[in-house]
Nanobody, 121 residues
Framework: VQLQASGGGLVQAGGSLRLSCAASGRLFSSHLVGWFRQAPGKEREFVAA????????YYADYARGRFTISKDKAKNTVYLQMNSLKPEDTATYYCGVAFAYDTDYRAYRWWGQGTQVTVSS
């Protein structure tokens, strides 16, 4: 599976962005697609995830209520809608695929190249 993340950019605090993670190669029902982020000097942290097979979604506490993960199976794409963005959301955002739900990035087998999100105050 190859992943292509896109949609990042520069936005003012309070603004919104929608990230996309397009997968080439088949995603199976056992797969889980997650979004992580990594700020300079920090470890990659979990943002949100969704199971490919059903509607179950998972969020980090800081993301719940502001971010929404969704998918379009016809396009083999997972989205992360980010609203009410804050300067502390500034990071490179990555999408990855795992075989089971996990908030640890090391459980994810395939990764996209990352897309930069910068939120100005």
């Amino acid at each position: 599976v190859q992943l292509q993340a896109s949609g990042g950019g520069l936005v003012q605090a309070g603004g919104s962005l929608r990230l996309s993670c397009a997968a080439s190669g088949r995603l199976f029902s056992s797969h889980l697609v997650g979004w992580f982020r990594q700020a300079p000097g920090k470890e990659r942290e979990f943002v949100a995830a969704t199971r490919w097979s059903d509607s179950r979604t998972y969020y980090a506490d800081y993301a719940r209520g502001r971010f929404t993960i969704s998918k379009d199976k016809a396009k083999n794409t997972v989205y992360l809608q980010m609203n009410s963005l804050k300067p502390e959301d500034t990071a490179t955002y990555y999408c990855g695929v795992a075989f089971a739900y996990d908030t640890d990035y090391r459980a994810y087998r395939w990764w996209g190249q990352g897309t930069q999100v910068t939120v100005s105050s």
